[in-house]
Each structure stands twice: as C-alpha cells, then as structure tokens.
C-alpha cells in the first residue's frame, strides 16, 4: 500500500463525521459560507450512518478536515477519492445488485448528480448554488428533522411531541420591515394570478437556469385545493407599501403512511421567494410560519421534497426522461445529442407509435362511475410500498378527475388535451366483467425555456398514480408479470403523451417506476428530488438505490406535484 | 437615503469599492467605513436585531453602525465630512474617483432603489430558486473527439476545420465517417452554418446519403435550420 493510499485511509471518516460539531460551533453567519459547503457530506449518505457517532467530542478539527479536503481535490469532476472509497466500500459492504454495478465511476457520477460536487468545491451552500437561504443549517439544525450523523433510528415515531393547542404560538412570526403577511384565496382569480406570477418568474430553475417550472393557474387551483384544505395554510408575504406578492410557501393536509404508521400530516410545497429578495431571509420565517399555521390545525408531521439537499433526506429519487418530441428537446439543448448520431436518427429511435395498444382492450379515460373501484385498486397496489399517501374516494376523485380540463370526454379524447387540463386519467375496464384491472396517471407541468430564440415552453408532462391487478398475481415479480403490465400500461401513457403534444414525460425512481422506464427508453435525467420528513423519524427508503431487500423506488410511493 | 447623497461621497464610495489600498487598513477603519455608509445610504440606526454573539463579524459591522449613529445621531454632513475624510487619506481624489468611475461602469452602490418591488434593495443576482419538485434534464453524453473532421462539424470549429483540411491535404470530404455521416452531414444536422459554407467552398458534395439515407438538407430540414436548408437549395 502506498503512502498516499494510506493517509487517504486515516483520514477517511473524518470529514464525514466532524461536520455536525463544526456546524454547532460554526456559526459565523453569512460571512462565511466555507463550513455550510461541507455539511452535506454526511446528509447525502444514508451509508454514512453507520460510522461511528460516538466521536462527538471533536472540535477543533474543521481546520485539519478541510486541509484533507483540499488535499483530495485532485480528480476533474472535483469529487474526493476518499469520498468515492468511503461509498464504494459502503456499498460492497451492504452486498446484493448495487454492489455488483458500484465501481468507481458509477459512484462519482452518482455522487456529481447529486450535486455533491459543487458543495465540495464551495460553490454552493448546503441546497446548490445560491439558495443558503433555504438551506441555512443553523435554521434546520433547530428543527425537528433527523440531523446529520445522528444514525439510524431505533424505531419510527416523532422527534417532537405535538403541543397542546393552548402551547402553539397565537401570533404570526415577525417578518424584516417592509414586508407583512397575506393569507392567499385562490378562489379569487386575481390572487390566484399573482400566484402564477410569483412562480412563473422566480420559482425552481435548472442548474444551468435553461428552464424554469411555469405551473398554469389551472394547475395551481387544482394542487392547492384538495378536499379538506385550509386557505390559512396558503401563506404568501407582501411587500407592505405596495401589496406586491413577493413570497410565497403552501401546505395540504393528507393522511400518509410511513411503513406501519398511518398518520395526518401536511404536504408543504411551492416554497418560492423572490428572485431579488434572496438575501431577506425570508424562507425560515415562512418554513416557521407554515409550521404554525399547521400546528394550529393540529398537524404536527409533514412531508416535503426538494431538488435541494438538507437535513436529512427519507429518500433521493432521480428523474428519468422519455424524450418525445426529438427535434425540440435538442434545439432547445434539454437533450445533448451524442456525436454518434443525427436529430433524424434520433428521432427514429425515439418514435413513438400512434395508437395506444390498450384501446382495443378497455383503456379509456377516468369517469365518475370508476372512482369507487380505481381508489380500492389504487389502496391496494400502494400498501406495496414504505411511504404512500391514503385517499379518501373525495381525495381520489380530486386527483384523479377533477383536473381534467374543460370539454367533451369521448372516446377519441385521448388525442388531445382539453382547455386548461392539468390531469390525465386513464382506466383499463375488463369488456367482460367490467372490472377495472389497470389505472395511469400523468401531469402536464411545463417549463420557460430561457436561453432559446425558437421555443419558450417546454410541455412536460411527469408520471403521477398507477395501479394494476397484475401485482397482486402469483410471481408478480418472479415471472415479470408486473414489469410486462406496466411497460403496455405506460407504453399508453407515453404514446397518450404523445398525442397530446407532450414533448417529454419525466418519472422518478419511485413506486414501481424502475421496472419499466429503461425498456419504455426512459433516459436519465441530471436533476434528483430528496423526500422529507418533517417530525418523523424513520430508516431510509429506497428511492434511486435499492436498501436491504426492498428494490430500487420501492420504498417511496408519494408522487409530488 | 440614497437619493440624497451627494456626488462626492457616491464618487468616495466608488473609489473605495475598488481601491487597493483598502487592504491595508485596519479592520476599525474599515469597520468605520461601513458604519459611516451604512448610516448614509440607509438609515441612521441598524434596522435589525443585534446578531448573536457568534457571529462575529456580523455582530461587528452591527455595532459600527450603531455607533456611527450615535456619534453623528441627525446630522449626516458630518457623517459624510467623516466618510470622505478617511477615503482621502486612503488615495481618494475625486477627479481620480471620476475617471474610475467611466472605467468601472457596472460596480455600484450596495443597494438600488428597485423600482418592480418598491424596495430599496442590496445587489445581488440569483438565479430561480424555491422548494418543492426539482427540475432535471438529460444528462450528456460522453465527450467527443473533437480532432476529427466530423468533431470541427459538430462543435462548429471553422479554423480548426480550416487547418485540418490544409494540413491533410489528403482528406476525403465526403467519405462517410465510422457513424455513417459526412462532416457536411454533420454540420447540416448541428446547425453550424459557417462549417457548411467552409465545406461546400471546400468542394464537399450536397448529395451524398447518410447512413439513413438521408442528404444533408434534409438533416437541415429535420432538425429544423432554416438558414441552412435555405443555402443548399440556392
């Protein structure tokens, strides 16, 4: 063994284990950014849990930490040897598919898509470049969340108690001067307009801010009012002078199940703050305020994702993407054409049949009378999975209906959307017992294409719900009887998609997503969302990688919107 | 606030952003300037809470502030007199300052009046940002090699084509690469009009089938460049 390899070894844990103490004496502010770079080590390691954390005593060690660093930055991609050996030999460790592929380079590609590069080069602050507001430590390191390095949990339950409704907090939190609060009614469609605004300017971009989510107003409605909403959890910051909407952070109730624990809590999300006002500090006040207004309806537990990485993901799931409209996505650089082929070849690989192969065997769009039967199939297909969401028949008409767009639902529906459909819901009917054996879902979320004189909005469509009977057959798995369902069930989606002038259809390593995407020519994607819990505590699912004996995506079962 | 100040301390300000001599002054002076220009350009008195104990530095410039605005309470003549006193002993001329401020266009105060918010507003540039679902793109594929004729098509190379083409005198234009493809093939489908102008002076042949059967005007058609399209049919 050489010198070299062996001061590596030495030195291997160390700067995965120190970090959480550098982060409680570390707390300089905003003038220093160099220990925020590091933290993250040890949250985007689920392997890291298992170094030893008995090693709280040591301070003074962010210095010697950081110079191993430095010393290990030798490779291009900016990603530590030690920090690729630590993983592999972790991943080795734990046996089973995901040793058999880990080398070398599947894990610093791994570890580059998870963005973890730049955290180490100092570029970006614990959630990527530029967004320290959101991912401030020192704020999520005194919230209820499992912080980094504190191990596997010994059982699943709450970190915090729930208060007593006389122990919540009365008065909203205090925001900088200027600003003041604005509980939003989006049945108003003046505010839901602002809303749309809001986002449409200043929401989540890429990383290379080519695009940037424009979620339509239609779709805002449709996501922010789920039976049993509350307005008061749609929480938006003004600037006082002038009433300009200027923040923004939103939750909905749902019942969830985490393994054997079946709880309400909120679902948080469109979290977005001004593009001009990131320096305001303005997303912990509204994270705390969100909180607040939940606790007052008794909700203690929430559920969140981010493309960003902070204390501590349940799970990472990374996106995938069946590319559809060939020419566009190249022009608009969405996808790099290798030198090996022409747009015209590409497009050939990627064409899409016509016609949705089910139609001759009961596909047809989602109606009324289906609801009962698809939310019975849907609570069965899901108990499959570690975190799944609980509907109602009201949530399941919400989700799966009530978002279908104004206009005649026909047999030829599916060839093209209708006025301001957010949701496309499709049931395959057994023609002899009219028994609903299969059901998909997709969403349309388009993008602003920014850097592109041609296009200037990328129709996306993204994978929602699915179910089908054919995991519940003997040797579902086994015989690929689940795997060939879902390729003809969502070969229909992409084909459905198609048609209805989707350019790309976007799916997570979630659910049963895995089994089908490579065959369906799902190709990967550079962006990852990391699923939160807020208050609960619970081992890692598997999201992009398999854990235990539970395979690739099957641990998460929540699709978010 | 801002609109009141006056040429001379904008000019001083300006100065300082830039000046080296700065990094030689102690951090009280510094720490003073930033009290001093801080209670010009926005308000007397910190208009936060004292940051904690931890935080030193934050802590520090918060207590510098606040000091100025003791020392000078209302009068902000003799904040600036003050300002511009130490910017002179630190090299500030202000026809030096002037010429400075010609070469040095897009520095500016710390904060701008920003008219969209109504909000007077520290600099800073970021890009989208939020919480919720992530967006994600294709990830590229492996790098090409780029010294090859079909390499300088691709990445739209004109001079390096140009030098590979007279240093290989030799050179078959439209000998299909491994791929399948000619350089003008590729150029066509890339949308790299100076390449298919280099080629077609070159001599390369607009007919010559790819290894779809497809000639470069139609990849041109295909991948939708206009320009290009236009060009091989005149």
Redesign the interface.
Known sequence: MSAIQKSKEKETAEPVEQQPEDDVQDSSGSDDSGSEAELPLTATLPEASTAPTASKKKKKKRSKAAKALTALRGHKDGIPQELVNVVLEKVREQGGQAAAEANEQTIRLALEQMKIKDVIQGKAGIGGKGKKDMGDHKFWGAQPVPQPGEGPPLGDGYIEASKPSEEVRQDPYPLPKDFEWSVLDLNDAAQLRELYELLCANYVEDDNASFRFQYSAEFLSWALKPPGYHQEWHVGVRVASNKKLVAFISAIPITIRVRDHLFHASEVNFLCVHKKLRSKRLAPVLIKEITRQCHLKGIFQALYTAGLLLPTPVSTTQYYHRCINIPKLVAVKFFPIPASMTVARLARLYKVPERPHLLDSGLREMEERDVSQVGELFARYMRRFGMVPVFSLDEVRHHFLSGMGEGPRDKDSWKSPREGQVVFTYVVENPQTHKITDFFSFYSLPSTIMNSDKHSLLNAAYLYYYATDAAFEEGADEKDLLKKRLEELLGDAVIIASASGFDVLNGLTLMDNVLFMKDLKFGTGDGVLNYYLYNWRTAPLAGMSPIDDVPAGRGVGVVML | MSQNLSPEFREAAQYLTNATSLSGVSNATKLELYGLYKFLTVSPSP??SR??L?????RAKWDAWDNACKTYGESNNRAEARYLEIARSLGWTPSEASEQLLNRQQDGPETLW?E????E??R?T?????????????????T??RSTL??FA?SGDVAGLKNFIRTHTSTNLNELNE?G?TPL??AC??GNLAIVHLLLSEGADKEVK?A?D?TPV??AR???HQEIVQLLES
Request: charge should be negative; hydrophobic fraction near 30%; charged fraction near 25%.
């Open positions: 208009n936060t940051p904690s931890f935080d030193f530095t934050g920003d969209e918010l109504g909000l507003l520290e800073e970021q890009g989208g940002g939020g919480m919720g679902n992530a967006v994600s793109v294709m990830t590229g594929s492996e090409e090699n079909g390499g691709i791929d493809y093939h590729l489908d890339r790819d779809d497809m139609e990849l295909f991948a939708g």
